[in-house]
């Protein structure tokens, strides 16, 4: 099966950056997309942003338009979410997926989640 990690979160201050990174390893394929979700406490999984396997393609929530970027390695098996100009709202445990991407991004491998804290 495909394993997923992430790595750095951390905690901010609102207008600073973070990089996130997510690397797949195990039964890898080439085609599949790759997107962010992240929960806050008390509040539904939304996904963040997505890719697809060419990397071409992107989607993003209205909320983080202009702020964050999502990006693939050369090898196509990693992801990177650039994030920007933080608000305290962004405050979630932020999770990489990989799976398919048609319109929306419909997740069938989950990572741990690394958290990001963004304070006021």
């Known amino acids: 099966q495909m394993q997923l990690v992430e790595s750095g979160g951390g905690l901010v201050q609102a207008g600073a950056s973070l990089r996130l990174s997510c690397i797949a390893s195990?039964?890898?394929?080439?085609?599949?997309?790759m997107g962010w979700f992240r929960q806050a406490p008390g509040k539904e999984r939304e996904s963040v942003a997505a890719?697809?396997?060419?990397?071409?393609?992107?989607v993003y929530a209205d909320s983080v338009k202009g702020r964050f970027t999502i990006s693939r390695g050369n090898g196509k098996n990693t992801v990177t979410l650039q994030m920007n100009s933080l608000k305290p709202e962004d405050t979630a445990l932020y999770y990489c997926?990989?799976?398919?991407?048609?319109?929306?991004?419909?997740?069938?491998?989950w990572g741990q989640g690394t958290q990001v804290t963004v304070s006021s």
């Open positions: 890719i697809n396997w060419t990397g071409r393609l992107t």
């Open positions: 997926s990989a799976g398919q991407l048609v319109r929306t991004m419909v997740p069938e491998y």
């Open positions: 195990g039964r890898v394929f080439s085609n599949y997309a």
